[in-house]
């Protein structure tokens, strides 16, 4: 990369930008829950509609990867963040989610929350679970069998939470 990346929020408008790192991601049905066939207009509303953000990290021009923070869950529980992660293919092993994760809990202090929360860590996805802990989260529950993982079946999801 012959410049540094940049991470910026983006608006709907621009979400076209994250759309084919979203569909290689959850065309691989092992690390969201989302379906394959999920469209365009769903995914860019899920990810940038208020309270929702859209988060970009880009170099040269390109995006390398992107990020959605939002409440965890609404009124008494909007006080925690969510956050999840996608990294464009090309672009993986480069350290681009760490520095999406270290982004995103600065927004999130920014926006006035106390914590973050991961619901749905797929516990096959052990690069994700190793970053996480990295990043100050522990495994705070598992949800048996709750993702139907495309090639191992029914797979455990952790709970993952860190304090801000």
Same mark, same amino acid.
């Given at each position: 990369?012959?410049?540094?990346?940049?991470?910026?929020?983006?608006?709907? &408008?621009?979400?076209?930008?994250?759309?084919?790192?979203?569909?290689?991601?959850? !065309?691989?049905?092992?690390?969201?829950?989302? +379906?394959?066939?999920?469209?365009?207009?769903? !995914?860019? &509303?899920?990810?940038?509609? +208020?309270?929702?953000?859209? #988060?970009?990290?880009?170099?040269?021009?390109?995006?390398?990867?992107?990020?959605?923070?939002? +409440?965890?869950?609404?009124?008494?529980?909007?006080?925690?963040?969510?956050?999840?992660?996608?990294?464009?293919?090309? !672009?993986?092993?480069?350290?681009?989610?760490?520095?999406?994760?270290?982004?995103?809990?600065?927004?999130?202090?920014?926006?006035?929350?106390? !914590?973050?929360?991961?619901?749905?860590?797929?516990?096959?996805?052990?690069?994700?679970?190793?970053?996480?802990?990295?990043?100050? #989260?522990?495994?705070?529950?598992?949800?048996?069998?709750? #993702?139907?993982?495309?090639?191992?079946?029914?797979?455990?999801?952790?709970?993952?939470?860190?304090?801000?």
């Amino acid at each position: 990369m012959s410049e540094a990346v940049a991470l910026r929020e983006i608006g709907a &408008d621009e979400f076209v930008r994250v759309w084919p790192i979203f569909q290689s991601v959850i !065309a691989g049905g092992d690390t969201y829950s989302y +379906p394959a066939d999920m469209r365009f207009e769903q !995914a860019r &509303d899920m990810w940038t509609v +208020p309270p929702n953000r859209c #988060f970009v990290a880009e170099c040269d021009g390109k995006v390398l990867g992107a990020y959605l923070l939002k +409440p965890n869950q609404p009124g008494l529980g909007d006080h925690v963040a969510n956050a999840g992660y996608m990294v464009s293919p090309a !672009a993986r092993g480069q350290g681009i989610a760490g520095m999406m994760c270290e982004h995103s809990m600065e927004q999130a202090r920014c926006a006035g929350f106390t !914590a973050m929360q991961f619901n749905f860590v797929v516990s096959t996805n052990a690069t994700a679970v190793r970053l996480w802990q990295r990043h100050g #989260f522990q495994i705070v529950g598992q949800v048996p069998g709750a #993702f139907r993982h495309a090639v191992h079946g029914p797979t455990d999801v952790y709970v993952m939470h860190r304090e801000l």
